[in-house]
């Protein structure tokens, strides 16, 4: 478990973190939230030891994290391509192989044999980066990055650029290095992403955070007895006090209002229609972040 | 410490592999070869300007043979009478006469030589020089004349010496082989301290710009990178001095072969230079002085390549790196200016004083090594050459981590204070 506990972080007098505390558990994506400027790159970059804290404490199964640790166990993509744009890739990867700790490997040409055709970019191994498309580049830099098999695998938004073709091969990426016990901290100021791909998350604004836990959960704590309900029928006159939210001819989303009990316009509805489907609507994760900054 | 390879190792292979490298390996000497045969091409073979000299009432003072000019781009001609007369006919329209030398102006009675020269549209400089060369000597005959020295011998004695300078230890060059020596390694050394500066820089700046620090900043210290990238440049100057040292070897006796006919030319013609080179590498033991040349140069080039490596740390884009560089290259050109300074005048206190500062002293203690140093004054300048290089790249080291990573702002005083208290 990567443990971060009251971590703060100045940049002369201006506070950039503010008394950050979240965990994160192993084999889990977690997505760090916020809008830009909030604190997240900084944030990465403290646990990546490329800034130092002015207070608190980094630990990785209780304990403190190391340079070493960092050389080692970990793998960071910045927000930009951190690769050498005018290097061939297989040069690329191999530098950036070696400075992990895997200059003696016997097995580095085939571990990156194997990690190209699983990305199906083993033809290119000899084509000089910058001429190579920002999906593709982001492919690399994620072979570069993984071939000495992190625990700790941190994305400084690694979505920003990508079209939705290599957004999803990315996401499953993700998911296939969680699912092999591999844990994941991505940023991203795009909410809706986070909410398909990760089991918890933190939200940051302004240096501290806001909201942090499992992602159902939160969503469970902030809902708003918001329901759906669609019918056979078209829907007409409601002879019912709730709030209604949107309303289409066969379909309706609605709010109860204070102390209003569910079973009772529940009981309405199924007596005035056939009823075909009915739940209730939970907030995304950015009307809660909307909500909780607007509240603070 | 193995890092520190592997960034050494990638800053050079990649920049050998570069065809820039090569380009520039090729071109630089080329450049330089240019800039020194051009002038002399010019004037062995060049096209000189032609003057033509109307000679105002000079037959009072001298005879037919003694106003023939010895050069054969002037050619006088005499005139008897008034000024006025003179002057209209040297601006008559067809009239080729450059300039009109007025013999009334002097009076040998009174040891008055200051002949007047009134010229028809601007002279140049050669042709100054031409005429002033001729005058000289036409009027030194009428000296000796005047003393009495009969014809003859005043045109005998009027013949220009040249002493032969030799040191009395063959070891020592004279004042003009150290001067030709000096001058040289100078230029060397001024174009090696921007050229490999410059190029630390860039370095920096690519790693900067794309980010690609971030990531080794997570796997190595800030001054393994930063020793390695630096001492990785280094070792591709030391690559292309000796590939330098190479093709002049290789490319001497080859051309002087395809060019036998022009080379003897330009030899018999520039005998002087030639001459020089040829006494230089003879005289001058070059065994002591290419070790400290070549010490000052890594050392200098470190000195400078920490500054830029300042510069290129704390700075975001390419304007501000391009007149921050252009202000750190200053040093360089005010050490290569005293460094011509020097040559002439060695051993004065300025001289030595400026030989001890670190950012002058590669150039200005090269410039006087030719002309024997106390052994004390070398290593003195050494040393305190090496601590400011040593000094330089500790502070680049220690603003690297954050100067590099400051995208959009410039590194501020707030920022330094951020670093030397606690990062």
Redesign the interface.
């Known amino acids: 478990m990567l443990k971060i506990i009251n971590l703060s972080k100045n940049?002369?007098e201006n506070k950039v973190l503010d008394n950050i505390n979240f965990e994160v558990p192993e084999g889990t994506i977690f997505g760090l939230l916020g809008p830009n400027g909030a604190g997240k790159t900084t944030l990465l970059?403290i646990i990546?030891?490329?800034?130092?804290a002015?207070e608190g404490r980094i630990l990785w199964k209780d304990i403190k994290i190391s340079?070493e640790f960092?050389?080692k166990n970990?793998a960071?993509?910045?927000?930009?391509?951190?690769?050498?744009?005018?290097?061939t890739v297989i040069?690329n990867i191999k530098?950036?192989a070696?400075?992990?700790g895997l200059?003696n490997d016997k097995n580095l040409d085939k571990k990156i044999r194997e990690f190209m055709e699983d990305l199906s970019i083993s033809d290119k191994n000899n084509v000089q980066l910058q001429k190579l498309s920002k999906g593709m580049q982001q492919k690399i830099q994620i072979i570069a990055?993984l071939l000495h098999n992190p625990d700790l695998i941190m994305l400084d938004e690694p979505f920003s650029g990508l079209d939705p073709i290599n957004s999803q091969k990315l996401k499953f990426i993700l998911k296939d290095l969680a699912k092999k016990g591999k844990t994941v901290v991505f940023s991203s100021h795009r909410m809706e992403q986070v909410e398909e791909l990760c089991q918890e998350i933190a939200l940051i604004n302004k240096g501290k955070v806001v909201l942090n836990g499992k992602v159902d959960q939160i969503k469970e704590k902030y809902k708003e007895s918001v329901y759906y309900i669609k019918t056979k029928q078209n829907i007409d006159n409601i002879d019912i006090n709730i709030k209604i939210l949107e309303k289409l001819d066969n379909s309706i989303k609605f709010k109860l209002l204070e102390n209003q009990d569910l079973n009772q316009t529940l009981r309405y509805f199924f007596d005035e229609y056939q009823i075909l489907e009915f739940r209730e609507i939970f907030p995304s994760i950015e009307e809660i972040f909307v909500k909780v900054v607007n509240k603070k | 410490m193995n890092n520190f390879w592997l960034v050494f190792k990638r800053e050079y292979l990649f920049r050998i592999k570069n065809k820039w490298f090569w380009i520039t390996t090729f071109m630089i000497p080329l450049g330089i070869l240019l800039i020194y045969l051009i002038p002399i091409l010019l004037i062995s073979f060049g096209e000189q300007s032609k003057t033509k000299l109307l000679l105002l009432n000079s037959e009072k003072y001298l005879k037919e043979e003694q106003i023939k000019p010895q050069s054969k781009n002037l050619s006088v001609d005499k005139v008897e009478g008034s000024l006025d007369e003179a002057k209209s006919k040297v601006n008559k329209e067809d009239s080729d006469i450059n300039a009109l030398v007025d013999f009334d102006t002097i009076n040998p009675e009174e040891n008055n030589y200051n002949v007047k020269v009134l010229s028809k549209d601007t002279l140049s400089l050669g042709q100054e020089t031409d005429i002033k060369i001729y005058l000289d000597s036409v009027l030194q005959q009428l000296k000796l004349q005047n003393e009495n020295i009969p014809l003859d011998q005043a045109i005998r004695l009027n013949t220009p010496i040249n002493p032969v300078f030799e040191s009395l230890e063959s070891s020592n060059p004279t004042a003009n082989q150290a001067y030709v020596l000096a001058y040289g390694a100078g230029f060397i050394m001024y174009f090696i301290l921007i050229y490999y500066g410059t190029n630390v820089m860039q370095s920096i700046q690519e790693e900067k710009r794309n980010r690609i620090v971030e990531i080794l900043l997570t796997a190595i210290n800030p001054m393994d990178l930063l020793f390695g990238k630096i001492l990785g440049v280094i070792s591709l100057g030391v690559t292309q001095i000796l590939l330098w040292i190479s093709f002049l070897i290789i490319s001497i006796p080859v051309l002087s072969i395809i060019f036998r006919s022009e080379a003897d030319q330009i030899l018999t013609q520039n005998t002087g230079i030639i001459d020089q080179i040829k006494l230089i590498s003879e005289n001058l033991n070059l065994i002591t002085f290419l070790p400290i040349f070549f010490i000052f140069l890594l050392l200098g080039v470190i000195l400078y390549a920490g500054l830029f490596a300042i510069i290129s740390v704390s700075v975001d884009n390419e304007a501000d790196m391009q007149a921050f560089s252009g202000l750190a290259v200053i040093p360089i050109v005010i050490g290569f200016m005293m460094s011509l300074s020097i040559v002439m005048n060695p051993n004065t206190n300025l001289a030595i004083i400026s030989s001890m500062i670190p950012f002058i002293s590669p150039l200005t203690m090269i410039a006087r090594i030719p002309f024997g140093v106390p052994i004390w004054q070398i290593i003195l300048s050494m040393i305190i050459l090496l601590i400011s290089a040593i000094f330089a790249i500790w502070i680049a080291s220690k603003i690297y981590k954050i100067g590099v990573l400051l995208y959009g702002e410039k590194l501020s005083w707030k920022h330094i204070k951020i670093i030397f208290n606690k990062q």
């Open positions: 940049f002369g970059r990546n030891r490329i800034y130092l002015n340079d960092i050389a970990t960071y993509l910045p927000e930009e391509r951190g690769l050498y744009p005018k290097m040069d530098y950036f070696q400075i992990r200059k990055s």
